[in-house]
């Protein structure tokens, strides 16, 4: 039977735009393939001026072409056979990789998607993931909770006070020595009357650090299990190094044990999980240069 003449324009025109398609897919897969093979012999920067001064590609264009081996290589046949135009191909390039494979998968089951779908499976995909971030966070505040009323709620009292107490003790060291825990070795030379204070003041703090991680043990239990939240596995971290003797001059203030850097009080800060001192305390401000110790 003889199509009508409508129906039969139809189908030419479905035949031509479908190879047409079809080539411009083909044509924009070996510019890929050209630019993987330029990158193997230059540097990205170099590639990039070579193909804008050269060859007169787009800035956009450049940054899709540059990334395909990394995001899209493996998936040409794909592409390929579901005829993607070059839009749809920036869009997958440019996507999170969570987003990239699920818009591959659905084209690969036939869907067309272009790139307004694949931004609404990215903004989706968004809000999953906070949702999950907040019910994990959810979660860990419910395991504190219990695990807190589990324990005797006069530990976990003191606790609190004696966390809150011992973090005004350390930061009030921290400023006033700050020169000898930064250059002991010449501050003990210059100011030795001063040294003998600090060192005074160091071992106060060692031995409430040590009473202050038994009452921590009362409350968490003596060891860390791998059930534990990270933030208390830090607090535990942190005032195991203070009842050693493991921080300031010795050690530091950082978790990278030794690293001087005066500007990270991570140890210090590791313990504010353990109080109900609001968690932006102005005392973890940035310390400013050391200063030798004023006697006056």
């Known amino acids: 039977m003889?199509?009508?003449?409508?129906?039969?324009?139809?189908?030419?025109?479905?035949?031509?735009?479908?190879?047409?398609?079809?080539?411009?897919?083909?044509k924009a897969l070996k510019m890929a393939a050209e630019v993987e093979k330029l990158l193997e012999?230059?540097?990205?920067?170099?590639?990039?001026?070579?193909?804008k001064v050269h060859c007169g590609l787009s800035s956009s264009d450049l940054g899709t072409y540059v990334k395909f081996s990394k995001t899209l290589k493996g998936a040409e046949d794909v592409l390929a056979r579901s005829r993607?135009?070059?839009?749809?191909?920036?869009?997958?390039?440019?996507?999170?990789?969570?987003?990239?494979?699920?818009a591959l998968t659905t084209i690969a089951g036939g869907a067309h998607l272009d790139t307004s779908e694949i931004a609404a499976i990215r903004r989706r995909n968004r809000t999953d993931?906070?949702?999950?971030a907040q019910a994990a966070?959810?979660?860990?505040?419910?395991?504190?909770?219990?695990?807190l009323r589990r324990r005797a709620?006069?530990?976990s009292t003191a606790l609190d006070q004696e966390t809150d107490a011992f973090l005004d003790t350390v930061r009030a060291f921290e400023s006033r020595f700050r020169y000898f825990i930064q250059s002991f070795a010449d501050a003990k030379k210059e100011e030795p009357e001063t040294a003998e204070e600090?060192?005074?003041?160091?071992?106060?703090?060692?031995?409430?650090?040590?009473?202050?991680?038994?009452?921590?043990?009362?409350?968490?239990?003596?060891?860390?299990?791998?059930?534990?939240?990270?933030?208390?596995?830090?607090?535990?971290?942190?005032?195991?190094?203070?009842?050693?003797g493991?921080?300031?001059?010795?050690?530091?203030?950082?978790?990278?044990?030794?690293?001087?850097?005066?500007?990270?009080?991570?140890?210090?800060?590791?313990?504010?999980?353990?109080?109900?001192?609001?968690?932006?305390?102005?005392?973890?401000?940035?310390?400013?240069?050391?200063?030798?110790t004023d006697l006056t």
């Open 2 to 26: 003889e199509l009508n003449p409508k129906a039969k324009a139809l189908a030419g025109t479905r035949k031509r735009i479908t190879e047409l398609q079809q080539q411009m897919t083909d």
């Open 41 to 51: 012999v230059a540097t990205v920067r170099e590639a990039k001026g070579f193909l």
């Open 84 to 102: 993607i135009p070059f839009s749809v191909m920036k869009a997958l390039a440019s996507a999170d990789s969570d987003t990239r494979a699920e």
């Open 129 to 132: 993931k906070m949702s999950r």
């Open 137 to 147: 966070e959810k979660d860990r505040a419910a395991v504190i909770a219990a695990e």
């Open 153 to 155: 709620a006069s530990s």
């Open 198 to 244: 600090f060192m005074a003041d160091f071992e106060r703090i060692r031995s409430a650090g040590e009473h202050l991680l038994e009452t921590f043990v009362e409350v968490f239990g003596p060891r860390h299990d791998l059930a534990e939240d990270l933030k208390l596995s830090r607090a535990r971290y942190a005032l195991q190094r203070f009842a050693e």
């Open 246 to 292: 493991r921080f300031a001059h010795d050690g530091g203030w950082t978790f990278e044990e030794g690293i001087p850097d005066p500007r990270n009080l991570d140890i210090i800060g590791a313990l504010l999980i353990l109080t109900s001192r609001p968690r932006n305390s102005l005392w973890l401000r940035t310390p400013k240069s050391p200063r030798p």
